[in-house]
């Protein structure tokens, strides 16, 4: 069984290009439209029970990342009285797929010494598989009322974790995850 584990950052959510995958809950008695100051209300480090994203690297441009995406979608940060609370989670879980290899067939030909002996052979393989667990990162950010921290808008998603990054890919896909779970924030915003 070949074991392919990914064990960089949560950053390293790249698997390009794909189509966004965010799942989003809300309360549907909130009207979105009114809340333009936040602040963000985040532990120092964040807390995913894995060694390479518990890690205030991390912490740091995923905070950075909120800061900026709000910022573009027209939000102002407030230390004081802020109309809503951002906070984020982080997740690893382990994964299991396989996939079909196909089948394996081949034909040889032969010939023998001085041209006086010859002969042929095939050979058929059954279909086989490959069995990998890798590890897949999940980030939610979550929209709270300062007052109470009641959760008002949840957005989530998931990708493969990369084996290898840098911190300037890692930065790269913290922001491009961010911005993936802020475009369906508000609700009904149009992409």
Same mark, same amino acid.
């Given at each position: #069984?070949?074991?392919?584990?990914?064990?960089?950052?949560?950053?390293?959510?790249?698997?390009?290009?794909?189509? &966004?995958?965010?799942?989003?809950?809300?309360?549907?008695?909130? $009207?979105?439209?009114?809340?333009?100051?936040?602040? +963000?209300?985040? /532990?120092?480090?964040?807390?995913?029970? @894995?060694?390479? +994203?518990?890690?205030? #690297?991390?912490?740091?441009?995923?905070? @950075?990342?909120?800061?900026?995406?709000?910022?573009? $979608?027209?939000?102002?940060?407030?230390? &004081?009285?802020?109309?809503?609370?951002?906070? %984020?989670? +982080?997740?690893?879980?382990?994964?299991?797929? &396989?996939?079909?290899?196909?089948?394996?067939? &081949?034909?040889?030909?032969?010939?023998?010494? %001085?041209?006086?002996?010859?002969? #042929?052979?095939?050979?058929?393989?059954? /279909?086989? %598989?490959?069995? %990998?667990?890798? =590890?897949?990162?999940? #980030?939610?950010?979550?929209? +709270?009322?300062?007052?109470?921290?009641?959760?008002?808008?949840?957005?989530?998603?998931?990708?493969?974790?990369?084996?290898?990054?840098?911190? =300037?890919?890692?930065?790269?896909?913290?922001?491009?995850?961010?911005?993936?779970?802020?475009? @369906?924030? /508000? /609700?009904?915003?149009?992409?």
């Amino acid at each position: #069984m070949k074991r392919f584990v990914g064990v960089f950052v949560m950053a390293t959510f790249l698997l390009g290009g794909c189509a &966004s995958n965010v799942a989003v809950d809300y309360d549907q008695k909130i $009207d979105f439209s009114k809340l333009k100051t936040y602040n +963000l209300f985040i /532990p120092d480090t964040p807390r995913a029970g @894995h060694v390479k +994203l518990d890690n205030p #690297m991390i912490a740091e441009r995923i905070n @950075h990342a909120i800061e900026q995406q709000l910022g573009v $979608d027209g939000y102002q940060q407030a230390t &004081s009285n802020p109309d809503f609370l951002v906070t %984020y989670h +982080l997740q690893v879980k382990q994964e299991v797929d &396989s996939r079909n290899t196909g089948f394996n067939t &081949s034909v040889g030909v032969g010939r023998g010494s %001085y041209g006086r002996y010859g002969g #042929m052979g095939m050979t058929y393989g059954g /279909p086989s %598989y490959e069995v %990998y667990s890798y =590890e897949k990162g999940i #980030m939610t950010i979550d929209v +709270l009322t300062p007052a109470d921290k009641k959760l008002i808008w949840r957005g989530s998603t998931s990708r493969r974790l990369s084996s290898s990054s840098t911190p =300037e890919k890692s930065k790269k896909a913290i922001n491009e995850v961010v911005a993936e779970i802020f475009s @369906h924030y /508000p /609700p009904g915003k149009k992409k």
